[in-house]
């Protein structure tokens, strides 16, 4: 893959980030009932997206930052290059024209939730927003190549630090526009 600068990736991934932040912030001012409406009986609604969110963050949060605090590989590097499967899964999260439909996992699916989702996914979501800001601040100081960190899929599957980044990210854009679309609807 291409290198690309670290720095501007994390600017655009810090960027995102805050973006995702105010337009949960700006969820705050709907009342409950207008967060718990679906757009349509088989999709989900506001709230029910922000949970999915919360669900992964519960793992990718500490999982970045216990990679970051133990890389080995301390100081940023000028440039990130993504790997093939990294790639894969990032563009695939990404919201665009070609965005393309994902099978949830039943885990990660708020229909199957041990407990009812409520309304302290908001707050929950904005938390997990300010603590990436955080944790986007600290991977400027390890190499975003070189750490790699789990993922929830399995533990035979590595990604660079700024595929995984990129991937949770992209993750949090994507639903954050479809709990927009689902507050939208009528």
Known sequence: MKARSTTELLAALTERTEKNLRIAQGFLAYPNQKLHLRP??????ALECLGHLNFYSAYYLPEIRKQIAASK?????PTFTSSWLGN?????????EKMRKISTPKSANPGNFPHP???????????CQE?????L????KVDLTRTKTGTSLTE????????TLRVVIYHNWRHIE?????????
Do not use: C, H, S
Request: net charge positive; no cysteine; aromatic share 8%.
């Open 117 to 127: 989702v409520g309304e302290d996914e908001l707050p929950r979501f904005i938390r």
């Open 40 to 45: 349509r009986p088989d999709a989900w609604n």
């Open 88 to 96: 894969k899964f990032a563009a695939g999260m990404k919201p665009g």
């Open 137 to 140: 601040k600290l991977a400027e």
């Open 178 to 186: 479809q709990a927009q679309r689902a507050l939208a609807a009528k």
């Open 156 to 163: 035979l599957i590595r990604l660079r630090l700024g595929d």
């Open 73 to 77: 590989y301390k100081g940023a590097q």
């Open 131 to 135: 603590e990436t800001l955080e944790l």
